[in-house]
């Protein structure tokens, strides 16, 4: 497995500002990945961080909105533009080593927008 | 398209008793499935995978799954539930081919109950 920190845990934010999250993870990883989880919900993908390139959208994310960073094998970034009390959930960040099925997660930052 | 359906919002057993939490899977090939558990205020842990071999999969906390190819079920099970397992249970599912995201379930609730 992997250590995986967030920060912030928590924040609380007004609308219209815009939020940074990191992830960092204490040994090299393949793959980061940036999940939301809106209240009483399940997980959904934004997006897969690349090393050295643009992230990988799902359907319904776009870069404008959740710029994100991976600036080496350890850490990224995610940032929640413009923010709406519809952005108000839990992000997570999540790992996979090449090679291992596993995905590991880290604590998961709580936003609440007003 | 993959996905992953749990039919049960909310699952309660008695202390002692065997406990089951349900999950069914599509996928266009062959699966990895995984159970992930969510405490209050707290990220996703990981608690088993089912990737080859042995349909029935041990993991954390004493809990297993066994996996059925016929049924496309991957349900969770563990023989005497405690207190301390009421939590947030998440099956999940990727393709064995290609690099897949993760594609979770919306989340059962289990309460054990005194």
């Known amino acids: 497995s992997a250590v995986i920190s967030q920060k912030p845990s928590r924040d609380i934010c007004q609308r219209g500002t815009s939020l940074t999250i990191q992830c960092q993870v204490d040994?090299?990883?393949?793959?980061m990945f940036w999940y939301r989880q809106q209240p009483g919900q399940s997980l959904t993908l934004i997006a897969t961080?690349?090393?050295?390139?643009?992230?990988?959208?799902e359907s319904g994310f776009v870069i404008d909105k959740f710029p994100i960073s991976r600036p080496n094998l350890t850490f990224s970034t995610l940032t929640v533009s413009n923010m709406s009390p519809e952005d108000s959930s839990i992000y997570l960040c999540?790992?996979?080593?090449?090679?291992?099925?596993?995905?590991?997660f880290g604590p998961g930052t709580r936003l609440l927008v007003l | 398209a993959q996905s992953v359906a749990q039919p049960e919002d909310q699952v309660n057993v008695a202390e002692g008793n065997p406990l089951t939490v349900k999950c069914t899977y599509s996928?266009?090939?062959?699966?990895?499935l995984f159970w992930y558990v969510q405490y209050p205020n707290r990220g996703l842990q990981f608690l088993l995978k089912y990737i080859t071999g042995d349909n029935l999969v041990k993991g954390s906390y004493g809990f297993e799954a066994e996996f059925n190819k016929s049924q496309t079920s991957f349900h969770l099970k563990k023989p005497s539930a405690l207190v301390s397992d009421s939590a947030l249970y998440f099956c999940a599912v990727r393709d064995r081919i290609g690099n897949t995201p993760l594609v979770f379930g919306k989340g059962t609730r289990l309460s054990v109950i005194a």
């Open positions: 961080a690349n090393q050295g390139s643009e992230a990988t959208y």
């Open positions: 040994s090299q990883v393949t793959m």
């Open positions: 999540s790992v996979e080593r090449y090679g291992k099925e596993t995905q590991y």
């Open positions: 996928v266009s090939g062959n699966p990895y």
